[in-house]
């Protein structure tokens, strides 16, 4: 399943299996010496992520060295990766660390993603490229020619069927040359010049390999895709890098996802995808990033944060939950829903985990999970019983007095143990932010648009990270961010006469969420309801 995880990269990928990842893109922080700031709340506190090595040149190799270690651990042999730098580190990072992990002969491309950024440097060149160094993990790799998109040009050639231009002759003549890509259309079409060469060409022949320098725009303030996430990437230069060296249902890994630019492409390229970063902030932008592509057609994915809150696993997906904590708990949760013998998974050696997502579970429950453990599991009951091992888990939120007291009566009369576990034992829980939204009503404008000032104010014991904004909000369907990344709580906003439903949702330093929605009636004058 996709996933969304917080932490830092090296510890998470230790926990993956090895061979398990079609492509890596990585986008580190560049040893750029800089803190990447985003001014919070009115004490103007920087926050988002550092970028400033005491140790030099020598400390930021050897923190990236061991992460990019993991990768290769992580990397198919069929494997790529994709390690984004710029002038502050490249030549260290390809023979320190590519060179030495990979081995030069795994050496494919040195990408140079070329942007327009004017800026007032006088005695030097503009820095206008960044490098993308791309390296295999062996040379049996996928490499998908045809992820090179035509240029608009040249679909408009292959849309009018040929083109043409003059060669020279054997004897230095001029010759008109046609290069026919359709033949009906040229054969309907073009008012052929006399004695003038044909040449057929099938359009897929024409799909060269994209070529290592890519000019795409930067993420500019004015970007449609731009969400405010220091240092966002564009999600063009993704789709170049995801489309050409992997394939639908590949698993793309981005260990340093930011504002989550690789899996909103991997997931639009029908990849499979996991994103890890340090930040809450990155994660949760991330998070809604995704929600707001998919929108409707959601597809479920893990979120993997260091804390959680009561009403989001309860308000989860039955389903969802079940793999969710199982996996958690450190167990394989089912593949598939139903049919399951009133088993939701297995530990590594098999014992039954049954999960229910409510709160004082009953006698009847326990009564139930013994005898399917007895008669789906009848060796390995016997085996766990004479070794005095739980012959099962119950995890649930919490139990009640009939259940605590039958597991104490089936080991005082049978010697066997069901081993009940409540969901904060796995997962740390914590309260949710409370949040407040008051408005102003700024009246309405010559066109009837009414101006209302919202200003948000949360608390949250851990601090409050983040705010996002859902103008046009439905309470059916999924919370669709039009303000991802919000960090004052303030929004200035037009409507136009009718009622508007409007959510927003605050994010605290654990990564937990609340939720406000207004529904507002707006004429000549404003209602709250
Ligand atoms: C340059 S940004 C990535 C931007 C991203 N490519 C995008 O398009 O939005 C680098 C990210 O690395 C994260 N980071 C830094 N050290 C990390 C670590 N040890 N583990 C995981 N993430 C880390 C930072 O929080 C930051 O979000």
Aim: proline share 4%.
């Amino acid at each position: 399943m996709n996933q969304l995880i917080l932490g830092d990269c090296l510890e998470v990928m230790r926990k993956m299996d090895s061979e398990s990842i079609d492509l890596i893109y990585l986008d580190p922080p560049f040893f750029s010496n800089r803190n990447y700031e985003v001014i919070w709340g009115d004490k103007g506190e920087v926050r988002s992520f550092e970028d400033r090595w005491s140790g030099g040149i020598d400390h930021y190799i050897a923190w990236l060295k061991e992460r990019v270690a993991e990768m290769h651990r992580l990397l198919k042999p069929t494997g790529s990766i994709y390690l984004h730098c710029d002038w502050h580190a490249n030549a260290y990072i390809k023979v320190y660390i590519l060179d030495k992990l990979f081995g030069p002969n795994n050496f494919r491309n040195e990408i140079i993603w070329y942007y327009k950024r004017w800026t007032n440097v006088s005695k030097q060149f503009q820095n206008m490229h960044d490098t993308i160094f791309w390296y295999t993990k062996s040379n049996n790799y996928s490499f998908n020619k045809n992820g090179h998109e035509p240029s608009e040009s040249q679909k408009k050639k292959f849309d009018k069927g040929w083109d043409q231009n003059v060669v020279k002759g054997k004897n230095g003549e001029k010759i008109t040359q046609y290069i026919i890509y359709n033949k009906e259309k040229f054969e309907k079409n073009c008012k052929q010049l006399p004695n003038a060469r044909l040449v057929f060409r099938e359009t897929e022949d024409l799909k060269v390999a994209p070529p290592d320098v890519l000019e795409i725009p930067i993420i500019n303030s004015q970007a449609f895709e731009r969400i405010g996430y220091p240092t966002q990437k564009p999600e063009e230069l993704l789709q170049k890098i995801i489309f050409t060296t992997s394939n639908e249902g590949d698993t793309i890994l981005d260990p340093f996802v930011g504002g989550g630019t690789t899996v909103v492409v991997a997931d639009k390229l029908n990849r499979n995808w996991i994103g890890i970063d340090q930040s809450v902030q990155a994660i949760k932008v991330s998070e809604m990033r995704i929600d707001k592509e998919q929108g409707l057609y959601s597809k479920p994915f893990y979120l993997q944060l260091h804390k959680y809150d009561y009403d989001t696993l309860r308000n989860k997906e039955a389903f969802e939950f079940e793999s969710w904590i199982i996996n958690q708990f450190g167990g394989i949760p089912n593949s598939r829903k139903g049919g399951d013998k009133g088993f939701d998974g297995k530990m590594k050696d098999g014992t039954p985990i049954q999960v229910k997502r409510s709160d004082n579970i009953g006698i009847n429950v326990i009564k139930n999970f013994l005898s399917s453990c007895q008669i789906n599991e009848p060796q390995l009951f016997e085996k766990k019983k004479s070794t005095q091992e739980p012959i099962g888990y119950i995890i649930a939120f919490t139990f009640g007095r009939g259940a605590v007291q039958e597991v104490a009566k089936i080991k005082n009369e049978m010697g066997v143990t069901i081993e009940l576990i409540t969901v904060d034992k796995i997962v740390p829980i914590a309260k949710k932010p409370q949040i407040k939204i008051s408005l102003i009503d700024k009246g309405s404008d010559s066109k009837d648009l009414h101006e209302i000032i919202f200003t948000a104010v949360a608390e949250s014991s851990a601090g409050i990270e983040m705010y996002a904004w859902d103008w046009d909000y439905e309470e059916d369907k999924p919370f669709k961010a039009e303000v991802i990344l919000d960090k004052n709580g303030t929004q200035t906003m037009k409507f136009k006469p009718g009622n508007h439903t409007i959510a927003v949702k605050v994010v605290d330093n654990d990564g937990l969420e609340a939720i406000e929605i207004i529904k507002l009636k707006v004429n000549r004058e404003l209602i709250r309801e």
